[in-house]
C-alpha cells in the first residue's frame, strides 16, 4: 500500500494534503480567534475569589483577599455560598461548552462557503 501511493500522483497527493491542512488550520484558528475575543472576556472577574470570597489558592494566586459570602468557614455550606458557587461554575460551564461547539459552527460555515464558491465555478 505504501508503495503504491509513492509513484506517480504522489506529489499532487501531497499538494491536497497540504490544502486540507490549510482549511483545518484557519477554521481551528477562527475558533481560537472567536473563544479569546468574544467568549473568555465575558467571564473576567468571575471567578470564586473574586465573586464569593472562596480563597482555595491562598496567597499563591498573587490576588488580595476578597471578602464575600464564602469567606467564614462556618458559611462554607450555606445555601448563600453554594448558590454562589454553583452560578460562577455554570458560568464556567457554559463557556466551555460554547468552545467546544463553536468548532461545528466554523466548519459549517466554512463548508457552505467553500460549497458555495465551487458551485458557482462549475
Excluded at 23 to 43: D, H, I, N, Q, R
Excluded at 105 to 121: D, E, N, Q, R, T
Aim: with cysteine; aromatic share 10%; hydrophobic share 50%.
Amino acid at each position: 500500500q505504501a508503495r503504491k501511493n509513492s509513484g506517480r500522483g504522489s506529489c499532487s497527493n501531497f499538494a491536497l494534503d497540504i490544502r486540507v491542512f490549510l482549511a483545518w488550520f484557519a477554521m481551528l484558528g477562527t475558533c481560537c480567534f472567536v473563544e479569546v475575543v468574544l467568549l473568555l472576556p465575558t467571564m473576567k472577574g468571575l471567578d470564586w475569589s473574586t465573586t464569593c470570597g472562596l480563597n482555595i489558592l491562598g496567597d499563591i494566586s498573587g490576588l488580595p483577599l476578597t471578602r464575600g459570602i464564602c469567606s467564614e468557614v462556618d458559611q462554607l455550606f450555606s445555601f448563600n455560598c453554594t448558590t454562589c458557587l454553583s452560578a460562577v461554575a455554570a458560568g464556567w460551564m457554559l463557556v466551555l461548552l460554547g468552545s467546544l461547539c463553536d468548532v461545528y459552527f466554523v466548519f459549517y460555515l466554512a463548508s457552505a462557503v467553500v460549497g458555495g464558491i465551487m458551485g458557482h465555478s462549475r
